[in-house]
């Protein structure tokens, strides 16, 4: 899916993240940290199980996905910004299932991951950091902002962008079979890390 052409979607996307992180505010603690591990959790098994994402689905289906790939449509901006921004859980854990299923090859089912999440990411973060109470850290050494670790913002930043800046150039050529299970071992990895003790 191309971003041409998508601006009611990235507006519905941040309306919804400022729902959605106002929720998280008002929310109790913890339940955001167990409804994103039962959210992930439960997309892993779907994406195991159901049709579609590792698996062809029936000819008929397959054919009219394969003929003409959909669209992710503009209305499911505000349900996927809110959920997205209340669980913290990046928008594309909905969308690039909902697209591969819409007949989209992993490569492109992904590549709107990154403007995506920044879509829902920056009114969330905003949000949140406008007169949010400071939550005690469990870890002495952790320094919230409002509810962001900074250090951990950097060091995703640091890791992601040169990547990104590097696969722009020379894009990998990886099967898609291949690139699915590698999306589903990364949302297996984040589960189990938040699920596992440190």
Not at 37 to 47: E, F, H, I, P, S
Not at 74 to 91: H, K, M, Q, T
Not at 137 to 155: N, S
Not at 181 to 188: K, N, Q, S, T, V
């Amino acid at each position: 899916m191309e971003l041409r052409g998508t601006r009611a979607l990235v507006l519905l996307l941040a309306a919804g993240a400022v729902a959605g992180a106002l929720a998280a505010r008002l929310a109790p603690a913890g339940l955001a940290r167990a409804a994103f591990v039962a959210y992930v959790a439960v997309t892993v098994v779907d994406l195991l199980l159901r049709p579609g994402f590792l698996r062809p689905r029936a000819p008929a289906a397959r054919a009219r996905a394969e003929a003409v790939p959909r669209p992710l449509p503009a209305v499911l901006g505000a349900p996927v910004g809110a959920v997205a921004a209340f669980l913290g859980v990046g928008g594309s854990v909905m969308t690039v299932p909902a697209m591969r299923r819409a007949g989209h090859p992993t490569r492109v089912a992904t590549a709107p991951a990154n403007p995506l999440t920044l879509a829902i990411a920056v009114p969330a973060a905003t949000v949140s950091l406008r007169g949010a109470a400071v939550p005690a850290a469990v870890d002495a050494h952790v320094r919230l902002v409002g509810l962001v670790d900074p250090r951990a913002a950097a060091a995703l930043l640091l890791g992601a962008l040169p990547v990104i800046a590097v696969l722009r150039r020379r894009p990998p050529r990886i099967p898609d079979r291949l690139h699915a299970w590698a999306y589903i071992g990364l949302l297996g990895t984040v589960t189990a890390a938040m699920v596992l003790p440190p």
